[in-house]
């Protein structure tokens, strides 16, 4: 089994920044990719950005430029440094993990709130 953990979301003020991190651990095989989805209330859960095992990454539009998505390989760890926040990005954060075999794990998720 493959266990994500998240950490880093809470209560920030628009414009503010935070930083999630994500933590796999158990019997991984090799990572093919990570990455960040988001569930605001009501709503369904959206792709945040995601990073392959080469350090390419993909950014919803609604990020692009404010967010950065990165990973160290040798820590099973991907991170969501996220700026200029914005009432709009408040959300339960998922971390996921595709592995090379084409399995996905979630986490149970991080709550972000923005405050106007």
């Known amino acids: 089994q493959v266990q994500l953990v998240e950490s880093g979301g809470g209560l920030v003020q628009a414009g503010g920044s935070l930083r999630l991190s994500c933590a796999a651990s158990?019997?991984?095989?090799?990572?093919?990719?990570m990455g960040w989805y988001r569930q605001a209330p009501g709503k369904q859960r959206e792709l945040v950005a995601t990073?392959?095992?080469?350090?390419?990454?993909n950014y919803a539009d609604s990020v692009k430029g404010r967010f950065t998505i990165s990973r160290d390989n040798a820590k099973n760890t991907v991170y969501l440094q996220m700026n200029s926040l914005k009432p709009e990005d408040t959300a339960v954060y998922y971390c996921?993990?595709?592995?090379?075999?084409?399995?996905?794990?979630w986490g149970k998720g991080t709550l972000v709130t923005v405050s106007s």
């Open positions: 990073i392959t095992s080469g350090h390419s990454t």
């Open positions: 996921n993990l595709i592995s090379v075999n084409g399995v996905s794990y």
């Open positions: 158990g019997s991984i095989s090799s990572i093919n990719a």
